[in-house]
Structure formats: structure tokens, C-alpha cells
């Protein structure tokens, strides 16, 4: 475990004053910093804060671990669950009871294996008490059960949040294969299955919980569960309720682009890409997938006994045709997202191009209880934090009091700790950030105002970027793939010569020094994505780049070799 014995607080060079126009030349906020809490975090899914500031971080393989505000140089152990970690599933989603403070419940979504068939798991919606020292693993409550498929299936979710009139809501993820969409009908798409929706209950104090008024479906209706809340999702991997609107918030990771087996090539043009999401939710709905994404674009039914396709979906009438559905068959009308974007972005140029997997967080409201020292800034107000895994950005979308999105500008650059994987207020007003990484440094940080701190090592841990070689910025050869890298996310898992997440650009070069097929060869691996070069860590596929880009930034990495000679 490595936690500094010191805060370390780093200025954040924020892109873009909340008062600017869309078009305008952002200005840089001096207000804010960035204190490094805790490293040594492993697989880091979410987290919950206490009123007094302590934060309790839930790790996949199924530790809760403490991090206190009066002992910042440690993290406590409080369980370990020893959770079924195939595939997807885990120790995933934490929150404390609205009335912790009186009673020390606390809920964890965590996966456990089915015991009467090994290739199914469970995943327990559970209620524990904490200890002085501990949860007590007996004290579990298990107030809810999902049974799902440990073969070949993903998007287990598994977020929990409490709304300000106390109902849980918990984030199901559709269980379903990456590349075939058309699966989904059987879970998200089903009104009589928990998975691919957003749940919404009441917890009672015994350890069972009861059906609120205002769900998607009442309670007694046919072919339905009155738990679902929101349905038609793919994987709603955070979500939050924010607690003077009672809205829902929810970041969708959407599909590559693909379509169902069987397609003629012709018909493919005609399905959407795949696009994550953003939602905003006032209100029970159906989200669409998968049969329509994005801002209402429609998929095509198609029907997997004879492998031909049908009509395009009616948004406003959306019928689930696919045999195994044991749900309704005419769906409510699809609703639009807030935010939606993919690989190579139009819509919201805010957003930038590159990999998709969309992070909700809260929506800010300034408190006149906080501190004008540590909390953000009262412009902040009404700004939903967002942020990204794959590109590794935290940025704020501007709302107005009706919900629409005014702006979108950044907050927190890619750092060296990991990629975010869940934004929380603290009670101060200042927002805590979760960083995830497979081995044991995952790190958590906090955003607050407290002016600038400009040291060297400040700089280098929030932009942590070399420079490239001068030769290379000077060169012909090299300067267009360059370039094309820096506006990429390149940089986001590479540098020069100081390894990052993937190896660096000059051992790649050196690897291929004498390969005459590397420059195809790479240049193909940046479109296509892969893994087991270098490690079993991914490399993302850039369908957004040409293969002439793709050439380019291949012959700039290989340029490196000149400058050994």
C-alpha cells in the first residue's frame, strides 16, 4: 500500500470557466486543487461518504476498505466478501443507509456462485451492519437476489444509490454477449427480467423491502416485475439521485458498432453505431436498448429462427418480437438520452473522440453550510460531473433548473492514477474521485478550492505527459502522426520513455527495428484493437482513424529508431 504521508495537492488547470460560450477560448480556474488521499486501491467499482467525511471504497474482488479523515496515511480493511469475480461480476455497487449515522446498515451489491448450477452466479443486494472496527459478516440482510449467466456474458452493473425520500435504486447490467445486441431482447428488453434495468424499491428495517407508487409497472401486472424502474439498458455502470430534484442520473455503456448475425451487408448500413450515453431520468421509462440508441435511432427487427431482418423499430411503439422474451411485447416509448456520443464524435465535439464508457456523477448544489475554503466553487451550481473510463476525463455539464444541458466543460485532465470510475460529493462540498486499475494501484483523489500550488511534482502527476523527442516535432516524416497522436488517446496509456500503462513509444520501436511488415502490421493493430503483445492489458480498437492516420502514427513511433542510430 503506498499513501503518502502528506496530502499531496496538485493545481488543476481547468480548461474552461462554467461562464463561457460554447465557442469560446476557455480560461484556466486557479481556485481549485487536487489532494492525493490513498493509492494501493485495487479494482476500485465505488465508493460512499459518510457525514463525517470518511470513505468507504468497494473493491471488485470483495473488500470494503475505510479511508479516515483522522487517519489519512492508512486504509482499513472492514470485510472481505471473497466475491465470484468471473467475468464482469463482483463486489461492485456500496452505499450507507440515509440514517448510518443512527442505525451503521450499509449495502453492498456483491456475486456469489449459484449453488445448484456452476454456470450461473447470483448477485445478493445485501444490508450489513458496521462495527467499531469491522462489518460483521454475519449481519448480512440479503434483500434481494439476481440470478445471471457466468458464460460468456458481461454488464453486470451494479451500482446502488438512496433518493432523497429514502428509496435504494440499484443499476442491473443485461448479462448479454458484447457483440450481439439482439441477445439483450431476452434481458433489458424484458419486462419480466431484473437484468439490463435501473430498480427502485423501499428497504424495510427488517431486511426485506416494499414496492414504491410510480414505477414502469404497477404491482400485479402481468408478465412484469414491479421493482423495474427503468428498463432498456445495456450496462448503467454508475448512477446517482440527486437529492434536491430527486432525478436520476446514469452513465449507459453502449455497444460497439455491430449488428444482429445474419445481416446482409447491405442492411448494415442502416443500423445505428454504437454510442454511449448519458440519461437523465424525472421519471419511470424505457431507454431503448436494444432496440433503439442513441437520440431515437432505431435498430431493425430481426428474426433469429429464419435470420432475416424486418422493419426498422417505432421509437414511439417499440415491440420486443424475440421469442425467448417473457415479458410484454409492446413496450413504453423509447426515451432520449441527455448526452450521447461515440468513437468519432459530432454531436457533442465537448466530449472529444476515442474509446467509450460513459461515468455518471453528481449534480453539484453549493450549500451555504460549506466552507468557502474547501468546497467548490458556487458556479459550479447545477453542473452535472461526468466522467469517462476510456479516455480518462472528468468534465461538468451545465444544467439548467428544468434539467437541459446548457455547456459541457472540462474539470480534470487524464491522469497517471488509473482510469475514474466513480464521482461522489463529500460533505464539505468537494468532489472525490475513484481511479481503477487491475493491479494494486487504484487510487482515490479529491477536487477542492483551496488556490494554486504550482511544485514541479504537482504538474507531473496531473499532466504526467513527456514531451516528445524535438527531433520528432522537428521532423517531415514524423510531424503529421504527431500530430494525429496528441488529438488522440495515445498519450492516455503511452509516453515516450517513462511506462505508463502500455509500453512505451521507444520500446515499441525498438521491437520492430528490424520487422519490415511492422508498419502495416501496427497500423492495423491501432484500427482494430488486440491483446497479448505486451500483457494481457487491452488496446482499444480506433475505428475513428483512417488507415492512412493509423499509417502516420505507426511511421512517427518508428521514427524513433533514426534517433538510436
Known amino acids: 500500500m503506498n499513501i503518502g504521508k502528506h496530502l499531496l495537492p496538485i493545481l488543476l488547470a481547468l480548461a474552461g470557466a462554467l461562464t463561457a460560450a460554447p465557442n469560446a477560448q476557455p480560461a484556466a480556474d486557479p481556485d481549485l486543487e487536487l489532494s492525493l488521499l490513498a493509492t494501493g486501491i485495487r479494482e476500485g467499482m465505488e465508493m ?56 451503521n446498515w450499509i449495502y453492498l451489491q456483491h456475486t456469489v456462485p449459484a449453488m445448484d448450477d456452476p454456470s450461473v452466479y447470483v448477485h445478493h443486494l445485501g444490508r450489513f451492519t458496521v462495527g467499531e472496527k469491522r462489518i460483521d459478516r454475519d449481519s448480512e440482510k440479503v434483500l434481494l437476489k439476481i440470478r445471471a449467466s457466468a458464460e460468456k456474458r458481461i454488464h453486470e452493473a451494479g451500482s446502488i444509490a438512496f433518493g432523497p425520500d429514502g428509496l435504494l435504486y440499484l443499476s442491473v447490467g443485461d448479462n ?23 430498480l427502485r424499491i423501499r428497504p424495510t428495517a427488517k431486511g426485506g423491502y416494499t414496492i414504491p407508487e410510480g ?15 427503468i428498463m432498456g439498458l445495456r450496462n448503467p455502470f454508475r448512477i446517482h439521485v440527486d437529492p434536491q430534484t430527486g432525478w436520476l442520473l446514469w452513465g449507459e455503456n453502449g455497444p460497439p458498432n455491430h449488428w444482429a448475425p445474419g445481416t446482409p451487408l447491405d442492411k448494415q448500413k442502416s443500423i445505428p453505431l454504437g454510442y454511449d450515453e448519458f440519461n437523465l431520468a424525472k421519471r419511470a421509462g424505457f431507454y431503448g436498448y436494444p432496440l433503439v440508441i ?42 432520449p438520452p441527455l448526452i450521447w456520443y461515440a468513437g468519432l464524435q459530432k454531436e457533442f465535439p465537448e466530449l472529444g473522440n476515442g474509446g467509450e464508457s460513459a461515468i455518471a456523477g453528481p449534480i453539484y448544489r453549493h450549500r451555504q453550510t460549506y466552507s468557502a475554503k474547501l468546497a467548490l466553487p458556487a458556479r459550479y451550481e ?11 476525463w472528468v468534465k461538468a455539464a451545465k444544467l439548467d433548473a428544468q434539467g437541459t444541458l446548457q455547456s459541457i466543460h472540462p474539470v480534470l485532465p487524464p491522469l497517471r492514477l488509473g482510469k475514474p ?36 511534482i504537482a504538474q507531473a502527476l496531473v499532466h504526467g505527459l513527456e514531451q516528445p523527442p524535438r527531433d520528432v516535432k522537428k521532423s517531415p516524416l514524423a510531424k503529421r502522426g504527431l500530430q494525429l497522436m496528441t488529438k488522440s488517446d495515445c498519450l492516455n496509456c503511452h509516453q515516450w520513455t517513462r511506462p505508463l500503462v502500455a509500453p512505451t513509444f521507444f520500446e515499441i520501436a525498438e521491437r520492430y527495428r528490424d520487422d519490415k511488415t511492422a508498419p502495416k502490421k501496427l497500423a492495423d493493430k491501432v484500427l482494430q484493437g488486440g491483446v497479448g503483445e505486451w500483457g494481457q492489458i487491452p488496446m482499444a480498437p480506433h475505428p475513428q482513424h483512417t488507415a492512412k492516420e493509423a499509417r502516420a502514427m505507426v511511421d512517427t513511433i518508428l521514427f524513433l529508431n533514426q534517433l538510436k542510430k
Open 421 to 456: 470510475t466513480n464521482l461522489k460529493l463529500g460533505p464539505q462540498g468537494r468532489l472525490h474521485v475513484l481511479y481503477y486499475t487491475k493491479d494494486d494501484q487504484g487510487a482515490l483523489v479529491r477536487i477542492e478550492n483551496k488556490g494554486a500550488v504550482k511544485s514541479a
Open 48 to 103: 460512499s461518504i459518510a457525514r463525517d467525511g470518511r470513505v468507504f471504497l468497494a473493491e471488485r474482488p470483495g473488500k470494503v476498505k475505510l479511508w479516515h479523515p483522522d487517519r489519512p496515511d492508512e486504509l482499513t480493511e472492514l470485510i472481505d466478501l471473497k466475491s465470484d469475480t468471473r467475468r464482469e461480476a463482483g463486489l461492485m455497487g456500496i452505499a450507507l443507509d440515509p440514517n448510518f449515522e443512527k442505525n
Open 215 to 229: 414505477n414502469l409497472f404497477p404491482p400485479g401486472t402481468p408478465k412484469t416485475r414491479p421493482e423495474i424502474y
Open 176 to 198: 448479454q454477449i458484447r457483440s450481439e445486441y439482439l441477445f439483450s431482447c431476452k434481458t433489458s428488453a424484458n419486462s419480466n427480467d431484473l437484468r439490463g434495468k435501473i
Open 294 to 335: 442513441a437520440n431515437q435511432e432505431p435498430f431493425t427487427q430481426y428474426d433469429p429462427a429464419t435470420k432475416k431482418t424486418g422493419p426498422v423499430i417505432n421509437p414511439k411503439a417499440p415491440e420486443n418480437r424475440h421469442p425467448e422474451n417473457t415479458g410484454i411485447r409492446n413496450l413504453p416509448p423509447s426515451q
Open 382 to 392: 447545477s453542473c452535472w460531473f461526468i466522467g469517462e473510463y476510456a479516455r480518462g
